[in-house]
């Protein structure tokens, strides 16, 4: 029974690969590089904000017009489309003019950004999202000290919420959990508010701070995110950003997943990153993809030239509301916008429901603080070896709990609250760390003597 079951899965996983290599890259446009999005209500229409001006096509890529009236960007970071009125867009980026307003579908563009701080480098708006539901506008700048910016009237006047997270290129995401929830991206990894920006969390950070999260991404109707930033980390949540765990070491550290990060409306079981390679700092760029959750990445350069990655540039990508078409604007020997057919990848979706989720949970250690001793329990879906290990804040290894199998099942450990060598340590906070494969666990403990 377990070898039809292997057979069974790898089947799966052959068909799905060769589905895949079905579905080609396409160039739509040459010789324009910028920002991309695409109309929320019409895959039709899609929009790139690239120098000064703003290109729009309401055919696909077909045919594009420029538009230049109010786009005095000079390099534009995003666009933000309103799903309900999609006449209405902003243009945000740097150096020096901000965030523009558009109210006729990009024709002309009138300034929108008075509030917002700015210094003497242009360092300004690096990030922006739109709550729709609440009629919010949310805004991330670098500029004098950094912070979040929020308006109520799409922009016309923005309040400074915060100097913290300390945003370099944020991005936002808003999750259907909560209305009121907001999640940024910086230096600081990945940090949530739960009051429409006022107070800033951050999250996990001994996992994912220093990190430099550049972008995140939410399944619609779950609890999961994922989160990428720089040196190849790809990061997921399952209980929206309480705990996270990385799921790339099959990517090189090297690549920088500055272009982008996107979960298919089409099937959510497909993942992309973009990554911007820049030769002259060894960074890799390309477009990297999972069609099982992230479990497994690929390169997917299907119908691209062949050349090094370092000379792989992916400015950003998007979707079409009905998800056929995935879009890419890309710095490559043939500089433009190229689209690929989902209609023609197959993700691996019908293997046993654990290789979708973590094989692992750690769970609190209890008490917490404690003194003399705590217990550490933990479930296990598989028996793949793992180690059990406790780290000081500093990040040095004080004692190994455990290194080998368990039983499938939940299990429990005490830590007693000595080192390796059998000597009491300090009080102060300690770092349990649960590893197996690519699956890191990490949760603080406080011991007060």
Do not use: C
Request: glycine share 10%; proline share 4%; charged share 20%.
């Amino acid at each position: 029974m377990k070898t039809l079951k292997l057979l069974s899965a790898l089947s799966l996983l052959i068909s799905a690969a060769l589905h895949a290599q079905q579905a080609k890259w396409e160039l739509v446009r040459e010789n324009f590089l910028g920002h991309i999005a695409v109309d929320p209500t019409n895959p039709n229409i899609i929009y790139v904000a690239g120098g000064a001006s703003l290109d729009k096509s309401v055919d696909g890529g077909q045919t594009w017009v420029k538009y230049e009236q109010g786009y005095g960007i000079g390099g534009p970071d995003g666009i933000v489309i309103d799903p309900i009125n999609p006449q209405r867009l902003w243009v945000y980026g740097t150096p020096f003019e901000g965030i523009v307003r558009s109210e006729d579908g990009g024709v002309t563009a009138t300034q929108a950004d008075n509030g917002i701080s700015y210094d003497h480098h242009g360092y300004q708006v690096t990030g922006m999202a739109y709550d729709h539901k609440n009629d919010i506008l949310y805004a991330g700048t670098q500029a004098n000290g950094f912070g979040v910016y929020r308006s109520f009237d799409g922009g016309r006047t923005w309040e400074h919420m915060s100097r913290y997270p300390y945003v370099i290129y944020p991005d936002f995401v808003l999750v259907e959990e909560d209305s009121s929830w907001v999640y940024a991206t910086g230096i600081q990894g990945v940090l949530r508010s739960k009051d429409f920006g006022k107070n800033w969390t951050q999250l996990q950070p001994e996992l994912l701070d220093r990190k430099l999260i550049f972008h995140l991404a939410s399944v619609p109707n779950s609890r999961t995110l994922y989160a990428a930033g720089r040196f190849g980390g790809i990061y997921k949540s399952y209980d929206l950003g309480d705990s996270w765990f990385s799921i790339s070491s099959v990517v090189t550290d090297s690549v920088n997943f500055e272009g982008g990060l996107l979960v298919s409306k089409r099937d959510t079981n497909f993942v992309f990153a973009a990554g911007r390679g820049y030769a002259f700092i060894a960074y890799k760029g390309g477009i990297f993809a999972s069609f099982d959750s992230g479990k497994n990445w690929q390169l997917y350069h299907a119908g691209l030239p062949a050349f090094p990655l370092r000379r792989w540039d992916i400015w950003s990508i998007a979707q079409a509301h009905d998800a056929n078409y995935l879009y890419m604007v890309a710095n490559l020997p043939m500089n433009g916008t190229y689209k690929l057919s989902q209609r023609l990848l197959t993700s691996v979706k019908s293997q046993p429901p654990f290789l979708d989720k973590p094989n692992f949970i750690l769970y609190q250690n209890y008490p917490n603080p404690f003194n003399a001793e705590t217990k550490i329990e933990f479930s296990a879906k598989t028996t793949q070896p793992l180690t059990l290990e406790v780290y000081s804040i500093t990040g040095k290894k004080v004692s190994s709990l455990f290194n080998g199998r368990f039983t499938i099942g939940i299990h429990s450990v005490v830590w007693n609250g000595k080192d390796s060598k059998g000597g009491d340590v300090a009080s102060g906070i300690y770092l349990l760390r649960l590893q197996a494969g690519r699956e890191l666990l990490i949760h603080k403990m406080l011991l007060v003597r």
